[in-house]
Every structure is written in structure tokens, then in C-alpha cells.
């Protein structure tokens, strides 16, 4: 992608606003055929959302009732983006916590990160509130939990075969068709699945 922030360049080892892409290799389960999209990478560690697994018994309207930003029973009175929100498994860690992804026209002070130029994070109940209201960003994925890296794990996780990376793209972030998602982003790549093996190097 173009300028990072802080400094960083495009050719920078740094891998925020790039997709990683679970290699057959992959040895943690909970990282299988998963896509991640990195939201955060520097010499401290990584920080980074999955965009291809559903939370499985919960959907988006429920998230808000027990979250108390709507009452229980108007969940069909939700706008057409609300209604087709997915809740995503955005990674081991902090399970309960909501991540949202979103299209950087929606900016709170001081909770939201940018990414880059079309990619923001935000982390609070107020993006929920937004979407819920028909105010929120044009295009958003809502994630419970994220995946993260200690100094260094990601480096070794890539040098161990166990993830390929490319730039990321926004309309794969907010693709409903998770089932899709993994194949269509080794496609970018230029990489059939079916030719893959535990062997192959990394992008």
C-alpha cells in the first residue's frame, strides 16, 4: 500500500494494512485457512483482526440487546446495514471485546486508529451505537477478539511457513461471503490452494 503512518513506507518490514494468509503448514488450529488483516505491527509485536470466521449462535441484533443499546424486540426496525451485520471471530484473544473494521469516513477522537488511508479501527460502544442508528461508516465488520504477537512471533510465524502476506483489499475485508474469503485471497497472490503445500516459500 501507499505511506504508512508514523514513519512508515511501503517497503518497510512493518505489515499493518496487509493481509496475512494461513499457510497448510499452520500449526495453531484456531488459525486454519483463516485471512487476517493487520491492524497494528512494529518492533513491540503485532495486533491484527480475522476476516473469515463467523461467531457461530449470535448475530448482530442479539450482540446489541445484550449490550443494552437497543431493546429487546426492535430488532427488525434495524437499518438494512445493521441487519446484515455478521459477528466475526476476530481472534484468540480478549474474546469478549468487540473490534470493529471500518471505511475511514467514520473517525471518533481519541478510540479510533486509522490504519491507512481507507482502514480504521474502532473499538468502542459507540461505533455499535452508530451502526445501530444508521450513522455508523459506510461499510464496517464487526470482530469479537483479536489475534496478537509478542515481539518477533509473527517474524518467526512467517519465516516458519506458516503465513503468506499481501497488500490488503477493502471490499475482501467487507465481503460477506466468508466462506470465499481465504481462496479469493491467496487468488490475489496469484496462488491456487489446491497447489499449495507445507513447503512453499513466502511472498
Not at 468487540?98 to 475511514?104: E, N, Q, S, Y
Not at 442508528?133 to 510465524?157: F, R, T, V
Not at 465481503?175 to 499449495?196: C, F, H, I, N, W
Amino acid at each position: 500500500m501507499s505511506e504508512r503512518r508514523h514513519g512508515k513506507t511501503a517497503d518497510s518490514s512493518y505489515l499493518d494494512g496487509q493481509f496475512l494468509i494461513a499457510m497448510p503448514s499452520m500449526e495453531d488450529d484456531r488459525f486454519a485457512r483463516s485471512v487476517v488483516y493487520v491492524c497494528a505491527h512494529s518492533d513491540e509485536g503485532a495486533m491484527g483482526i480475522v476476516i473469515n470466521q463467523r461467531v457461530p449462535q449470535i448475530d448482530f441484533a442479539d450482540l446489541l440487546v445484550q449490550l443494552d443499546i437497543i431493546p429487546e424486540g426492535i430488532e427488525i426496525r434495524l437499518p438494512d446495514a445493521a441487519s446484515r451485520m455478521i459477528v466475526q471471530r476476530g481472534g484468540p484473544v480478549e474474546t469478549g471485546r468487540g473490534f470493529v473494521l471500518h471505511t475511514a469516513d467514520y473517525f471518533v477522537e481519541n478510540s479510533t486508529l486509522p490504519i491507512d488511508e481507507n482502514i480504521s479501527l474502532t473499538a468502542t460502544i459507540e461505533i455499535l451505537k452508530a451502526i445501530a442508528l444508521g450513522s455508523g461508516p459506510e461499510s464496517a465488520m464487526l470482530a469479537l477478539g483479536y489475534a496478537g504477537w509478542a515481539p518477533g512471533q509473527l517474524e518467526n510465524e512467517i519465516q516458519a511457513n506458516g503465513w503468506l502476506h499481501c497488500d490488503a483489499r477493502s471490499d475482501l475485508i467487507f465481503d460477506s461471503d466468508l466462506e470465499t474469503k481465504y481462496v479469493r485471497a491467496l487468488a490475489l497472490l496469484g496462488v491456487d490452494p489446491a497447489m499449495l503445500s507445507g513447503e512453499a516459500g513466502h511472498a
